[in-house]
């Protein structure tokens, strides 16, 4: 049996062990700002839910009630102007992670398919891909694909780490491409519903897929804009033959969402309110904490939408996390998302309030 060491990079967050102690020694405490977790409550209406489905003692359907993908459809229509999608073309996931760690797989794809991840990305797509055992190519256009067909491409919009928000006619474009390839698409858009400098849109937005389905799959997550992390609880959606198939391997292999659960994402779908007040806090955040380091003298760049600043100060990005750490403040340095990251540093925003303004405190001081 190989080691996990043998088929897995280091875990990313292991290799800043190091700065997160020399942070922890400021005498204020360390400031966290390396992972996007949220801090702030669970809204009430998804407690209430949680509470009222507490007695479940059968099991859950690896397919969810149709009242989950119901509301989930409702969602996607009232907020992203998507239409035509039939509850049956959702699926439930146990958070959006275990979806893309075990998509390649749970697609049958393996040796000898490629897939296309971009240049600056989320780890986990590149994970998945190789436990598959895929070929991977790191792309942000068709032209660096060449002649080659991709099984899977993934897109991020707005994108972790760096917050870039591809607009309408780059979408369409990468849907055309694909589908001439042949290949999936699947767009990771957890961050949807976190724009700040424009505006952000699904793949499944009727103007770039042209009012069809297939080949497209788009992935969604409760955990930011719910602060539901804890909970594990995402959806995919689109393609029905490639939901259907992922139904079906998924039930022999008991991906299910607990019943509670459930009940809690289904209302927290309903309730655009306790969003809209998340926004407003993050957005105060973000701006306290993008003046900080501008005049600590980053340059913060993207950075239009999800909740991360992507910041350089022009050198390489371990020595811009050491110089945060020794203020007490850690940060993930930009080279755990691909090698283009190698001279920035992402700083998110989802800390509490005393903690952002503690970093500000001791950026300007």
Known sequence: MARVSERFPEFPWDTIAGAKARAAEHPGGIVDL????????????AREALVGAADSPGYPTVFGPESLRQAAVDWLERRFEITGLSPSQVLPTVGSKELIANLPMQLGLGAGDLVVIPELAYPTYEVGARYAGCEVLAA???IAI??????LIYLNSPANPHGRILGKDHLRKVVEFARERGALLVSDECYLEFAWDDEPFSVLHPDICGGSFDGLLAVHSLSKRSNLAG???AFVVGDQAVVDELLAVRKHLGFMLPTPVQAAMTAALADDTH?????QVYAARRADLRAALESAGF???HSQGALYLWATRGEPCRDTVAWLAERGILVAPGEFYGSAGAQHVRVAFTATDDRIAAAVERLTA
């Open 140 to 142: 942000d256009s068709t």
């Open 34 to 45: 390396s992972i996007g977790t949220p801090v702030d409550p669970t809204p009430e209406v």
């Open 275 to 279: 969003v809209q007040e998340q926004q």
């Open 299 to 301: 340059t913060v760049e």
């Open 146 to 151: 060449g002649p080659r067909k991709p099984a």
């Open 231 to 233: 909970y594990r609880d």
